[in-house]
């Protein structure tokens, strides 16, 4: 009893008296490491769980080796359930399903006869109705387990006893991979190619200082199943087999077949791991309904036993790869297999290791594995020899042999006095048949007892030298390569690509039909778009109380900008935008704007313009309009308000900036004064003792300033250059005929 313990209740008694955060906490960890030890980490050694363990152990039993018959799942499920794994039939076979799907593992370890799923997403029939027996990778799992090759513990109930761990002739882990969540932590590990992870062993024990990255040149990644192409940059992989974390991005592989009259589509053949080709199906086709991919015209399943997924597009003008690269954004075509190599050691302590330890802790339990079965052989030689030296003495002494067995009352003691024999030797001789005391007998036992001689030295001399038996794991693994690779199982299914550079977005907007269309949104908020130009404002109609707000030209390939008086720019694709049949629809239903917020500007985005953002603070700078892209619904904030708002966003049209304030002064300085930035404050334009600023102008030198009046009367500014001044200083006041509204347009 440790300290922490509550005193045993006293004879007869049922109640402890213990805080409950200590009693809840106790049980608490008890869960959490039952979790991680006995149900969700795989071992690092032969890369399993207990519950696949326990099934291959029990198959193993009953005797379904892959050259004999099968039998019922049901009946594997009962032993495993009834004798190693006391939890409920479904998951039990739910996991032996899993060991028999190809497209869940690289290396099958349970050959099953019957519907074990498929790739859809469809579920494995009853156990009563499927069957099943080991696969050859399997057997090389279970290989030398009864020859004392790992340790054994007894079953929960302790009327049996079960492995701990398997022999593991090959990394299992990494070949097969595994996935589960525990209390607090998880594990994720992508399937490999066998024949790969063998000759990163063979590197390692040719080369023990061997980096991550020359294992990688074995190791090249991932082999998923279901293979498609990796598209995950090597640096990031590199890093991912170093620390153990990181992430694996695949994608669907494709071909494009050529129809007549320049058409084409694409085949899907291939899909990433772990994607139900069914939901996939239903994915492409709601995007189709949803509109949400512009490009995609029609999809059909057209699969057998092999994947063939068929995309049309909408029309033969756009790029196939356009189109693929649109619908990896948008799908599961293209996915991201977390990796996060967390594994039971051999101490049964969870650890994260990279690609290196964990073949390091894979080859290290190769050796004891050889080191156990050695010392087993040699038990088993040792005392066969000591048999055959004692059958030898009869071949030697025949006459009196048969003498003493004939005659004496006690011929066991009798040999054992006159031939210094042990009792076993003595039973050997007299369980000894006449036809064996043939002269060919002899010489069989006498070859017999010189093999096992030679046998005995080698099996001595393997478990006295280290090098020895690191070049006995050596010739394992390559046997076990030699056998693993040799077929179609044995070649690479995933292979390396780059995603290329494709802005898809473009692609999509250059499917847009390009039309002229009128921007129309009202003071309180709703949003239409009008085909063709607007050219009588006064006849558009709004509802009770509401009116116009902006009037915006645009075409349908554009992006339009709205500017809000807190800083920030919101973007609208105005293809998407609602017809102007109706009253259209709230703004506020397509962007995140706080009701309290007003728009300041609202205009088509074109690339490479620039823009004067300012605050009423007086505070601004020259933004690039490629920074105001939002491709948020909360927008991009882009202009510091300080607690003010955003005042305007004028287009620069010039060379000069011409600012005015609530004082009625104006300054007029030189645009090369006005720090260019993507977000931020900006510089002070202006000085004022009270107020901020009111408006702002951009003008051309060379072509003077212009004010428009309360009239909308263009009034030339000729002596503007009496304006002139620092930025930052109070300017002058604003010359005769100005504006009462202290602004150099009206709004």
Known sequence: MTKQDPPPPEEGGRIVDEALSDALSRRYLAYALSTIMNRALPDVRDGLKPVHRRLLYAMRVLRLDPEGGAKKSARVVGDVIG??????????????????????????????????????GDNAAAMR??????????????????????????????????????????????????????????????????????????????RPEATTADLMERVQGPDFPTGGVIVEPKAAMLEAYETGRGG?????????????????????????????????????????????????????DESTEDVRLVIEPKSRTVEPEHLMESLFKLCDLETRFPVNLNVLDKTSSPVVMGLKTALLAFLDHRRDVDQRRARWRLGKIEARLHILEGLLIVFLNLDEVIRIVRFEDEPKLKLIETFTLTELQADAILNTRLRQLAKLEEMELRREHAALSEERDGLTALLASEKKQWDKVAKDLRAVRDQMTSGPAGRRRSTFGEAPVIDALASAEAFVQREPITIILSERGWIRASKGRVDDPSELKFKEGDKLGFLVPAETTDKLLLFASDGRFFTLACDKLPSARGQGEPLRLMLDIDDKVKLIAVFPHKAGRKRVVASSGGYGFILPEDEALANRKAGKQVLNVDGGEALTCLEVEGDHLAVVGDNGKILIFPLSELPEMPRGKGVKLQSYREGGLRDALSFSGEDGAVWIDAGGRKRDWKDWRDWLGRRASAGKIAPKGFPVTKRFRPR
């Open 83 to 120: 004798k190693y794994h006391p939890h409920g039939d479904t998951a039990v076979y739910d996991a032996l399903v899993r060991l028999a799907q190809d497209f869940s593992q690289r290396y099958p370890l349970i050959d099953g006869q019957g519907n074990f799923g498929n790739i859809d």
């Open 248 to 300: 694996v991005r695949v994608r669907a592989r494709y071909e494009v077949e050529r129809l007549d009259r320049g058409g084409w589509r694409i085949v899907v053949t291939e899909i990433p791991y772990q994607v139900q080709k069914s939901r996939l199906v239903e994915q492409l086709a709601a995007l189709i309904e949803l509109k949400k991919a512009p490009l995609l015209g029609d999809v059909r």
């Open 129 to 206: 109705y499927t069957e099943c027996k080991l696969t050859p990778a399997a057997q090389l799992l279970l290989d030398g387990i009864d020859e004392d090759a790992v340790d054994f513990r007894a079953t929960y109930d302790g009327e049996d006893e079960e492995p701990v761990v398997l022999p593991a002739a090959f990394p299992n882990l990494l070949a097969n991979g595994a996935s589960g969540i525990a209390v607090g932590m998880a594990t994720s590990i992508p399937p490999h190619n066998a024949g790969e992870l063998i000759d990163a062993c063979l590197l390692l024990l040719q």
